[in-house]
Nanobody
């Protein structure tokens, strides 16, 4: 499975961005698709995922109510809509895919993209 993220950029605090991650090589309806991020000097952390079972989304607590993960099966693409962005959301964002229906740890995801940078200015 190949994943290629796009949509990152520089935005002011309070602004919005939408990240996209089209997948190739396998249909995402049998994969849990996730987003992770790595801030400077920090470990990579889970942000959100959407389960292949029923398309159920789940989120890390700090992004609940601000970020929305979704998928378009016809386009084989997963999205991360990020609203009310904060400077602490600044990070390199990665798209990932894995077989587990409740994947949340890095080890649960077998496939990774190269990431896209999101920078939020105050």
């Amino acid at each position: 499975v190949q994943l290629v993220e796009s949509g990152g950029g520089l935005v002011q605090a309070g602004g919005s961005l939408r990240l996209s991650c089209p997948a190739s090589g396998r249909t995402i309806d049998s994969l849990t698709m996730g987003w992770f991020r790595r801030a400077p000097g920090k470990a990579r952390e889970f942000v959100a995922a959407i389960s292949w079972i029923g398309g159920r989304p789940y989120y890390e607590d700090s992004v609940k109510g601000r970020f929305t993960i979704s998928r378009d099966l016809a386009k084989n693409t997963v999205y991360l809509q990020m609203n009310s962005l904060k400077p602490e959301d600044t990070a390199h964002y990665y798209c990932a895919a894995g077989p587990s229906s409740k994947a949340i740890n890095e080890d649960d995801f077998n496939f990774w993209g190269q990431g896209t940078q999101v920078t939020v200015s105050s």
